[in-house]
Every structure is written in structure tokens, then in C-alpha cells.
């Protein structure tokens, strides 16, 4: 069972199964966007973490120093996952599925929504408690039943994405979980 929104620090609460994004969207627009320091409250990252991925072409630039709604869904949807991927390969698996990381027009999906689907995908495979991969292809045709393709082969990249990532995330997950185990026996 999620106690935490993936790849934050927020708790996880009923009613985010959809969209558990939602939960930042009234502080983006309030604020205009997340400063660094706030970003790091909520991810658990240091400033320095992100700063890194900017500079690297990872995530876009934030403006006026405020990182905004797609720029904080890259960082958690990169923050999920890099406990199980190396970094490059989570990076080249957005490029993947959206393209260049400052020109939002070559998107297949916007990160938010990606960030969602994701996070649909786990709640249900949580749900199941299967670590069955084809019961888990089955959750994202039924997660992306609705996606509608901007361009042909889009929802077959999507899909084909969207089961690394969850199998990424899931991964993570028994890591955290063997390492806990090692913890309380003392190793």
C-alpha cells in the first residue's frame, strides 16, 4: 500500500488514485511555480540534485527561478525512478516517450499526465499484488484505453514505456523492502 505519492514526499491519500498530481496544482498556482527549495521539500532531493539535472538538459529551465507544472513532474517522475535505473537510461526513456525536454510540441503525452498514468498503474498493481507481467500489461492497456494517439505508434510507445517505468518503480520498491529486511536482521 502507497504511503507516499511516487517519487515525493507528500503522503499518498484516497482519492489520488487518478490524479495524484493533483495535489501540487494548487500550490503551482498560487505560487506561479515551485522554488528550488520548495521542490526539494516536497521530492526529497537536495537543491543541488536538481540543479544537476537542469544543467545536464534533463529538465527544462525553470523560469525566474520557479520550476514550473512540467518541469516538477519530470523531476518526480525521474526521483521514482532512479533507485532502479541509471539516470542516463531514465533520461533516455522520457526522450522516448516526449522528445526534447525544452520543446513541449514534440510530446506524446504531458509529463502530468504520464506522472498520473504511472501512478494509476502502481496503485492497481499494488492492488493485485501479482508481480505478474502480463496482468501488468493488462493495467496499462486499461490505464491508456483512453489515450488518444497525436501521432501514429504513440500509444504503443507509450505502453511499451509506461511498463519499464512500472517495472522500474516496482523494482525499487522489493529493493527498499530487502534492504529494510537486511536492516532488522542486522546486516
Known amino acids: 500500500m502507497?504511503?507516499?505519492?511516487?517519487?515525493?514526499m507528500l503522503p499518498?491519500?484516497?482519492g489520488l488514485e487518478q490524479n495524484a498530481f493533483a495535489v501540487l496544482t494548487p500550490l503551482l498556482s498560487?505560487?506561479?511555480g515551485l522554488t528550488l527549495a520548495q521542490l526539494s521539500e516536497v521530492t526529497g532531493l537536495q537543491g543541488s540534485t536538481v540543479q544537476n539535472?537542469?544543467?545536464?538538459?534533463?529538465?527544462a529551465n525553470p523560469k525566474n527561478r520557479r520550476y514550473e507544472e512540467r518541469q516538477v513532474a519530470r523531476v518526480i517522475l525521474?526521483?521514482?525512478l532512479k533507485s532502479s535505473l541509471q539516470l542516463e537510461t531514465i533520461v533516455s526513456l522520457m526522450n522516448y516517450i516526449n522528445g526534447?525536454?525544452?520543446?513541449?510540441?514534440?510530446?506524446?503525452?504531458?509529463d502530468r499526465e504520464l506522472f498520473n498514468m504511472l501512478c494509476r498503474i502502481i496503485v492497481l498493481e499494488d492492488a493485485q499484488h501479482s508481480f505478474d507481467r502480463d496482468a501488468l500489461r493488462q493495467i496499462i492497456a486499461q490505464v491508456t484505453e483512453e489515450y488518444e494517439e497525436?501521432?501514429?505508434?504513440?500509444?504503443?510507445?507509450?505502453?511499451?514505456?509506461?511498463e519499464i517505468m512500472a517495472l522500474a518503480y516496482l523494482s525499487g520498491v522489493v529493493q527498499r523492502m530487502a534492504?529494510?529486511?537486511?536492516?532488522?536482521?542486522?546486516?
Do not use: H
Request: net charge negative.
Open 179 to 187: 534492504q529494510d529486511a537486511c536492516t532488522q536482521i542486522g546486516i
Open 30 to 32: 498560487v505560487t506561479r
Open 12 to 14: 499518498f491519500e484516497e
Open 2 to 8: 502507497l504511503t507516499t505519492i511516487p517519487g515525493t
Open 150 to 162: 497525436p501521432v501514429a505508434g504513440a500509444k504503443d510507445r507509450l505502453q511499451k514505456a509506461l
Open 53 to 59: 539535472w537542469v544543467k545536464r538538459g534533463w529538465v
Open 78 to 80: 525521474i526521483n521514482m
Open 100 to 110: 526534447s525536454v525544452e520543446d513541449a510540441a514534440d510530446d506524446i503525452i504531458p
